[in-house]
């Protein structure tokens, strides 16, 4: 089975631009999570999806928004991108059911924003 | 707001060497994840515990949550080469609607010289 996947794996921006990065959870997995994760330091929380519907957000800018697809792939857009906004995107997969979920994170898309 | 923190911050050992791994929180644990990170590429999972006084080994690597939980260790013996790269713990944190989200660590940068 495909674990989860991220695209595109790498990406340069220039500042003012948006972008879109997008996630397949791992088959049967209804929830997605994103992460962005800066240089030195632990991913930090951005959303969360189950179902299409929004169940949390992280301390991020309007600027961050997100939607889940039918077939419970998923998007993250971020618009006016400012040099801040280099990181590690992280998506996350889980079931979506409860307290114990474990979660299986992709191999990340790098943005780099000049 | 909770909050991990990792000890130590980076650590260099020789080959064949054991070394532990703390991290301790600020608030009870409810669910603690290890997940081991090469440089600049996603987080793979490597261990969940949810019990106090919990341990669970795979490998070399065995990790421990403390009776109180607030502290868990990750302890590799006998260290080799492949064992390099960043460490993570993350917490399972409640958010509104019952569902979790993982906070993490600034992670332990791990360095094993032949």
């Known amino acids: 089975d495909a674990g989860v996947t991220q695209s595109p794996t790498h990406l340069i921006k220039t500042r003012g631009q948006h972008v879109t990065l997008r996630c397949s959870p791992i088959?049967?997995?209804?929830?997605v999570s994103w992460y962005q994760q800066v240089l030195g330091q632990g991913p930090q929380f951005i959303f969360q999806?189950?179902?299409?519907?929004?169940?949390g957000r992280g301390n991020f800018p309007d600027r961050f928004s997100a939607r889940q697809f039918p077939n419970y792939s998923s998007e993250l857009n971020v618009n006016a991108l400012l040099l801040g906004d280099s990181a590690l995107y992280l998506c996350?997969?889980?079931?979506?059911?409860?307290?114990?979920?474990?979660?299986?994170f992709g191999s990340g898309t790098r943005l780099t924003v000049v | 707001s909770q909050e991990l923190e990792q000890s130590p911050q980076s650590l260099i050992v020789q080959e064949g060497k054991n070394l532990t791994i703390n991290c301790t929180s600020s608030?009870?644990?409810?669910?603690l994840y290890w997940y081991k990170q090469k440089y600049g590429e996603g987080l793979i999972f490597l261990m969940m515990?949810?019990?106090?006084?919990e341990e669970k080994s795979h490998e070399k690597i065995t990790a421990k949550l403390d009776e109180k939980k607030q502290q868990s260790s990750l302890h590799i013996t006998a260290s080799q080469p492949s064992h390099a790269g960043i460490y993570l713990c993350?917490?399972?944190?409640?958010?509104?609607?019952?569902?979790?989200?993982?906070?993490f660590g600034a992670g332990t940068r791990l360095a094993v010289h032949p």
């Open positions: 515990l949810q019990k106090g006084g």
């Open positions: 999806y189950y179902e299409k519907e929004e169940r």
């Open positions: 088959s049967g997995h209804k929830s």
């Open positions: 993350g917490a399972g944190v409640m958010f509104s609607g019952g569902y979790n989200k993982l906070i």
């Open positions: 996350a997969s889980s079931s979506g059911t409860g307290r114990d979920d474990g979660y299986t």
């Open positions: 608030k009870t644990l409810y669910g």
